[in-house]
């Protein structure tokens, strides 16, 4: 059982930021799909950013992009948000999750990841303005 565990969230006010990190265990695969996704109650789950691991060739929606950044430190098996400009619209539960042997691709977020087959129990960001 591969286990995931987001640490960073918290309430900040909007233009701030916030960095969320999520330990993973050792990859057993040197090829897998990284991502965030959050989630607001009575919506779909929405992917974030994703980074394949071989290259670290990154992916974001269009609603993150240019103020979020998804990288990732293989030695230490964490993962990183780094979320800048944070609007109220961010505040949600975000997951990290993780698709063996996958190289992420342009739809990586399709049907809100429902292809990931490890996730974190997940972080509340709260951001108020």
């Known amino acids: 059982q591969v286990q995931l565990k987001e640490r960073g969230g918290g309430s900040v006010q909007a233009g701030e930021s916030l960095r969320l990190s999520c330990a993973y265990p050792?990859?057993?695969?040197?090829?897998?799909?990284m991502a965030w996704f959050r989630q607001v109650p009575g919506k779909e789950r929405e992917g974030v950013a994703a980074?394949?691991?071989?290259?670290?060739?990154?992916y974001y929606s269009d609603s993150v992009k240019g103020r979020f950044t998804i990288s990732l430190d293989q030695a230490k098996d964490t993962l990183y948000l780094q979320m800048n400009s944070l609007k109220a619209e961010d505040t949600a539960m975000y997951f990290c999750?993780?698709?063996?042997?996958?190289?992420?691709?342009?739809?990586?977020?399709?049907?809100?990841?429902?292809?990931?087959?490890?996730w974190g129990q997940g972080i509340q960001v709260t951001v108020t303005s």
């Open positions: 999750a993780e698709e063996p042997l996958s190289r992420c691709g342009d739809s990586w977020a399709r049907r809100g990841g429902a292809e990931f087959d490890y």
């Open positions: 980074i394949y691991t071989w290259d670290s060739r990154t």
């Open positions: 050792e990859f057993t695969s040197t090829s897998n799909c």
